[in-house]
T-cell receptor, first 115, second 113 residues
Framework: DGGITQSPKYLFRKEGQNVTLSCEQNLNHDAMYWYRQDPGQGLRLIYYSQIVNDFQKGDIAEGYSVSREKKESFPLTVTSAQKNPTAFYLC??????????????FGPGTRLTVL | DQQVKQNSPSLSVQEGRISILNCDYTNSMFDYFLWYKKYPAEGPTFLISISSIKDKNEDGRFTVFLNKSAKHLSLHIVPSQPGDSAVYFCAASERWNTDKLIFGTGTRLQVFP
């Protein structure tokens, strides 16, 4: 089955700890994205990557870091510098970053709670 | 500044009737618009899209209308079914910045029997 997987579904961390969220896709998509959703708000773009070994900041990149060492993987690290990390995190991918007209496919999300 | 606005946080519709979800935008550079459907604790799934060169796009029970002069788009679901109950997000992107989708805040649709 082709798709995007995010693990774990629920994650709890203590304040001050870094945590890495996993995102894997087997759709052979070039572009991958990380979003954050907070209650009553739309999805906000954290980081995106159009190609392996390259990534760009989105609208709310502060306190986050990413890597794109493999086409199928785009992990997101929530660092201790992120002031309000508790949120629902969504990973997405799309097949053509250049044309941009292909819709983004989303993973099931990871709910991060920082205690 | 919210560039994509969904002013109705919720909508309740009887099964079989039409559901109309609205979305307004402020950025005149947006030229591609999408609707996503989201169930609780799941990722959004793509529903339908429309390019700014069109004013209507249809896919089964779902139709999206675009009014560029009013910077307004709407999603019509006819007939509405209980399985359509979800949160609907509209999203938009600029012609020269297509990697960045700007999402609205969502409208929760409830379809009751």
């Amino acid at each position: 089955d082709g798709g995007i997987t995010q693990s774990p579904k629920y994650l709890f961390r203590k304040e001050g700890q870094n945590v890495t969220l996993s995102c894997e896709q087997n759709l052979n998509h070039d572009a991958m994205y990380w979003y954050r959703q907070d209650p009553g708000q739309g999805l906000r773009l954290i980081y995106y990557s159009q190609i392996v070994n390259d990534f760009q900041k989105g609208d709310i990149a502060e306190g986050y870091s990413v890597s794109r060492e493999k086409k199928e993987s785009f992990p997101l690290t929530v660092t201790s510098a992120q002031k309000n990390p508790t949120a629902f995190y969504l990973c997405a991918s799309s097949s053509s970053a250049a044309s941009g007209k292909d819709e983004q496919f989303f993973g099931p999300g990871t709910r991060l709670t920082v205690l | 500044d919210q560039q994509v606005k969904q002013n109705s946080p919720s909508l309740s519709v009887q099964e079989g009737r039409i559901s109309i979800l609205n979305c307004d935008y402020t950025n005149s550079m947006f030229d591609y618009f999408l609707w996503y459907k989201k169930y609780p604790a799941e990722g959004p799934t793509f529903l339908i899209s429309i390019s700014s060169i069109k004013d209507k796009n249809e896919d089964g029970r779902f139709t999206v209308f675009l009014n560029k002069s009013a910077k307004h788009l709407s999603l019509h679901i006819v007939p509405s079914q209980p399985g359509d109950s979800a949160v609907y997000f509209c999203a938009a992107s600029e012609r020269w910045n297509t990697d960045k989708l700007i999402f609205g805040t969502g409208t929760r649709l409830q379809v009751f029997p």
